[in-house]
């Protein structure tokens, strides 16, 4: 059983940072995306950036330039590092993995989601 665990959400001012974290638990054989996605109430989940396997990367054009993703494949963890806050952020964030827990599987995980709430 895999299971997706995420951490680091809070209150942050605008112009604040933040580093959200996701682990991966479970059988894992290989890991192949990991996203970070996001949602406020009423609207569509939305990819707030993409790492693959190879480590290159995709970011939703509201948050170039601000957000930096990163994974540390012998720890089953992605990282989404956010800088320059907007109020506009505010959302629950969910991170997003297509794994495979044996080597002729392949299935995605979500996790439980954190609150991202910028503030003054």
């Known amino acids: 059983q895999v299971q997706l665990l995420e951490s680091g959400g809070g209150l942050v001012q605008p112009g604040g940072s933040l580093r959200l974290t996701c682990t991966a638990s479970g059988n894992i054989f290989r890991i192949y995306t990991m996203d970070w996605y996001r949602q406020a109430p009423g609207k569509e989940r939305e990819l707030v950036a993409r790492i693959f396997e190879t480590g290159s990367t995709n970011y939703a054009d509201s948050v170039k330039g601000r957000f930096t993703i990163s994974r540390d494949n012998a720890k089953n963890t992605v990282y989404l590092q956010m800088n320059n806050l907007k109020p506009e952020d505010t959302d629950v964030y969910y991170c997003?993995?297509?794994?495979?827990?044996?080597?002729?599987?392949?299935?995605?995980?979500w996790g439980q989601g954190t609150q991202v709430t910028v503030s003054a």
């Open positions: 997003h993995f297509v794994l495979a827990p044996t080597r002729m599987t392949r299935n995605d995980y």
